[in-house]
């Protein structure tokens, strides 16, 4: 269907919905025509009007909303074809959907509505709407046809009639103008006539006038030509000489003669007029002839209606000739019909057949002589009803059997009895035959049809209509019913997608006149899901004016079986050829015409893709991506040259990702339409292959850098071959010997012995084994050698004797060596001790035995835990035992027992013996006592414990210089600057007052320096203090009395102070820097205590291995540590902004601290306080 | 000629402050001198007027010990801030310690223009002004 001869009417009372679908119509369909109507009514105007297409329908619409425009729709005889589309935004409303169907919607288009959908559908009723029309019309041209059919029997019929009327009128006018003639005779005088022998007119009777129309006096005085048409008057001078001589030959005169002829006469008014002339002789008195008499009878009438007649009659004759027709009339009474010559031709009779009711029975085909008679007696005689019956007859002169239609109307008398039949009969016998063929092939076919139990389908191919029979739908396992509505989309649907296509190309094949018919074996759907296979036959039956095809007829047979049947032999054929499943084969096929891809279920577990139908690129996009070049030329060639390809390449199998190879050959049919493949996995092979290179690789690798060197000799020892390694192995070069006797210098002690071997091996057969011997080297050394030795035959000839020889040079030495350590381990200074796996001892060296003070039989079987003390921690055995079963080298020292109770330090070496196959089969250690090295060892440390505590002090004194260096540097450095810059502003003023405040300046300077210096002085007196004695202070009681001296302070910062020294409730240390430290703490913490808590001060000792941790803790402001960490301690060094701050209580507590060997350090956060701790060491407790 | 806007003198020591303060103010080439008493207070200043020029210091004579944060602490919040300010600022640290340590210590810092001893005579300010 062209889109501009579309017209879509969209009916929606939203205006903004009119215009959207509109502008979607206008996209979708550029040419259509569209329609729009606001309302219900408006819109049913509207289609009455325009016969749209398609129809666009609002459901809720104001007035008439859309199921009642749709069911006016369908409820009227013109508009209800056209299909309508509901446009809802009620998505999911089912009722909705349902009430819409039941009024007779077609489809339904949900908001907002997709361009695509819109399309799709509207296509879709279209093609609805066609096939409705061409249903209808269908309908119609039927109808037509029926009545065409009836009008033209009736014509052919009335054709009949009126022959058979015009026949009767005919009748009818001769018998009129016989009348007339009659009349004529008796009416009207002929005309008498005389003339002279010249022809000269001498009488003529006054009915001339009547005759012709000239008077007397007029016709006499005409000549011969004015009288005749001048044929006739020549035929009437002609015919006077004639008479006259004719008869003045005569002897005698012949009175009685006569002579009738014919003459046109010339009428006054024109006309011709035909007399039929009698002429007579005319004789005088003497019996002389002297003229001639005529008659002339006016036969002008007369002729003229015979002459309409015949015409008629003739006209009759090739009307009835033609439509081969005959006519007849039957005589009831006297048993006698006429009939015309077709008639006679039809029956194959002559004019002297018995035409009676009899003859005409044996006219009549045998078969159906009795019926024919029946219904003539019965219909037409007796029920008096007019013949008409088609029949068969045997036609007399041939016998052929023709088919004759007959007609005969009735006649009555007016007593109402049968006088006459007239009537028709035609020869139908062509026509017959043609149908009785037609009947014939129709009901053969329905035979056929029936024996093969064949689907039949009848498509018609512009519509798309398709009609199909029950069987068509029984084959898919259907009713008719369930396919309906039929059409080429109800097979699209059930037809197998690559069929389909190639099905169509068949088809259109077909259309062209390349194919004599359609024949396909296709695969359809069954209902069941099942595929099935149909055999489907079809030609075109009738074609269009325009040479178009359309109407194709066809036949869908069941040919599964037989397909599954074949299907089973391919697969089984192909199961045998390829083994597929089990070798890993898999094939797989592609049209490239239709890119129908379709792989095989081995192809299938090859790429691992389960019961997937795979597309050609999922296929190629599981390769890997370096294949794919080589892959594209394969792929073009293979294409474009018809050139097969054998490709290996990986892939990663879709279900597991695994890397397989995959080996892939290809071929094209010839026309290049299909590509056949099968695919291989080849992976086990490959690996194999891969194997054998690496195998064949070793192989290789051993033979080159094999030890044994290979030779071959003949009969009389001359070197035939020698392999690669003759110089490595023996020393001799093998090229320079081919041919000739290798020059082995064998050892003097050896030779006998080897001598005999060999000729033992020449003469015997008998193998040389491993025969190890020495040989002397160009340079005099020894080499070792084992030589084996065997005979070779070919063709059971002896042809070489074959030798393989060894260096075992540096084995021997390895021997020998072995020998010697042996030797070295008995005699070994270390003790030596072999355990198996389990740890019990299998061999212990003499020095074993002479350290420990066992004797090797008395250990043998025991565990060297005999040994074991317990100085040496439970770790260190858990250890080395965890070491050396990993296989590794455990090193480390135990403090062993000896048998006599005596300790001693061994240094021990454990390491595992492992066999060829890594497996742990013994324990060797080797020990050495070391107890003397360990009292040494031990004087060390203390020496170098002695340093490191006299760098630590030197560190920290230096630490204090430095110190003291940045206090000079600063605290006394700061106030000297300060008066060294008065003195000089001193210098320069002049007013009184500058000077005074000058001077006042001096004293805090002054101050400050002086308090620097106490503080310095106290501190180098700590540092000094080496006097100071210590002692054991009650903590508790220190902080009491330090406490009670700051009783003012403590009180009016409202603090509380803890004390938790239970652990240790004693410090040894002096109890003058103690009480200063505990001072300076406090003190600190009331100072910079918050102000938004009262003061809560906690003193605490811990218990730390050997020393006392004392700590005191405050929830005062804090430090920021980030910032002042390292600066904390130092003197002169303030925090806060605090005006007591001064800077000197923490350095002079690190002072003390440090001066008794103790640490101090602080943790804090700021805003939430700080503790600091003091570690007072070697408590001793 | 005043060619020096706003000087900024951080240091605790109030009679050094006092005297040193005295003797920028005869050299007549300082227009403004701002004391600041330990480098956190200097610091805030230099943040809050970050944006605006006139406010900020073209010199800041730094002590090194001080409470709160000192010379040292607040050069390493400078550095950190500097590239904020719109304002090249030209910094002496100006010390009483003459231990080698700190004067390595500050010839490591960008910043930091010179390293003075106290006192400064008011040539050597002077001097020091006439350069910027």
Redesign the interface.
Known sequence: MENRKIKILSIDDNLDNLISINALLKEAFPEAMTFAATNGLRGLELAAKEDPHVILLDIIMPEMDGFEVCRRLKAHDNLCNIPVIFVTALKEDKLNRVKALEYGAEAFLSKPIEEIELKAQIKAMIKIRQANFEKLNRELRLQTLVEEKTKELRAANEVTWELLEKLKKENEARKKSEERYRIINEKISDVVWLMDLTGKSLFVSPSIENFTGYTIEEYLSQTIQERFTPASAKLAADSLKQEVNYQLSLKTPQKDYRKIMELEYRCKDGAIKIGEILITPFFDEQNKLSGLHGVTRDITERIKSFQDLQRSEAFLAETQRIANLGSYSFDFIKNIWTSSEIMDAIFGIDTTFDKTLEGWTSILHPDLQKTMIEYFAQEVIGKKNDFDKVYKIMRINDREERWVHGIGKLRFDLNNQLIEMVGTVQDITELKHVELKLSNERQRLEGILEGTHAGTWEWNIQTGETVFNERWAEILGYTLEEISPMSVATWEKLSQAEDLIASNILIEKHIKGELDYYEFESRMKHKDGSWIWVLDRGKIMQWNEHGEPLLMLGTHQDITERKNTEAALIKSEENLKHGELISKFGNWKLNTETNYFEISDGARNIFGLGNNTPSLAEIQHMRLPEYDAMMDEAIRALKMERKPYDVEYKIKRQNDGEIIDIQSKAEANIEGTNIFGIVQDISKYKKVEAELRKSEALFKTVVQSSMNLTTLSDKDDLLVFASAQCQAVIGIPAEKYLGKVLPLIVHPEDKEMIREKWETLKEMGEDILHLEYRIINEDGTIRWISHSAKQVFLDGKLQYNQSTIRNITDHKISENKIRQLSQAVEQSPTSIVITDKLGNIVYTNPMFSKSSGYSAEEVLGQNPRILKTEYTPKETYQEMWSTIREGKNWLGEFYNKKKNGEYFWEDVLISAITNDKGEITNFIAIKTDITDRKLEEKKKDLAELDLLLKTKTLTSANQQLTDF??VI??NI??PL??L???V??LETSQKEEDIKMLLE?FK??INNLNETFDELLESLQVRNDKEITSEYIPIKDLVKTTTDGMEVEIKRAGARIEIDIEEAPVIYGPTLYLKSIIYNLISNSLKYRSISRKPLIKIKTKVVNNNIVLSVTDNGLGIDLS?HKH?LFKI??????HPD?KGFGLYMTKTQVEAIGGEIWVESIPNEGSTFFIEFKNQSL | MKNVKNLFLVDD?D??V???K?TIERTGQVEQTTVF??GQLALDSILKNKNNPELLPDVILLDL?M????GW?FLEEFDLIKNLISKTITIYIL?????PHDMERAKHLSSITDYLI??V?ADKLKHLLDKL
């Open positions: 260096i940045n540097s600063h450095r700061g600057v300060n060294s810059m008065l000089e502003f300046k805090p300077v910032k600066n002169r060094r303030v925090f806060h902004e701050a | 020591d009679i050094f006092f005297l040193t005295t008493t330990n010990t409470p709160i944060l000192d602490q010390s009483s310690s003459m231990a106290k006192p005579t």
